[in-house]
C-alpha cells in the first residue's frame, strides 16, 4: 500500500501566530532548536509561487501568508544548518524569493523571531548575491 501523502496547507495568521507562541514556549521550556524563515516577492505571491514553496517544505512546518507579499515559515526542532537546507530547496522552488532565516535565541519571544527573519529577508532582497 503506498504512503499517504497529506498536503501541506496555509495556516490562518492567528493560527500560525498562536503555533509560534507555542513552539517559543517550547524551545524555552526543553532548549529544543527553533527557526523562523520570511519569504519576500516584491511583486506578490502567485498561487503557482505558494503551491512550489509549500512543496519544498517538511510535514512538520508550519506556514501563513500574512499579505500578498510574504510567506512565514516555522520550522520547528530545527537548528540553523538545517533550516539553511531548507532555505536551499526554497530558493530553488522559488528563485525570486527572498527568504531571511532568524534562528531562536534563548529568551527569544515570538514577535523577536519574525521580526529577525523579516529583516534578514529585506537585508536578502537588497542583495541577492550574498544569498
Known sequence: M???????????????EKALREEVSVSNE??????????????????????????ALRTADLVARPDLEELLVVLPNTKTADARVVEERLHEAVP?????????????AA???????RAAARQAAENPEAT
Open 2 to 16: 503506498g504512503k499517504k501523502r497529506t498536503r501541506k496547507e496555509l495556516q490562518t495568521v492567528e493560527a500560525f
Open 30 to 55: 526543553f532548549d529544543l532548536p527553533l527557526t523562523v524563515l520570511a519569504l519576500d516577492i516584491k511583486d506578490g505571491w502567485r498561487e503557482e509561487d505558494v503551491r512550489r514553496a509549500l512543496a
Open 96 to 108: 525570486k524569493a527572498a527568504v531571511g532565516v532568524a534562528p531562536y535565541k534563548w529568551g527569544d
Open 111 to 117: 514577535e523577536d523571531l519574525l521580526e529577525r527573519a
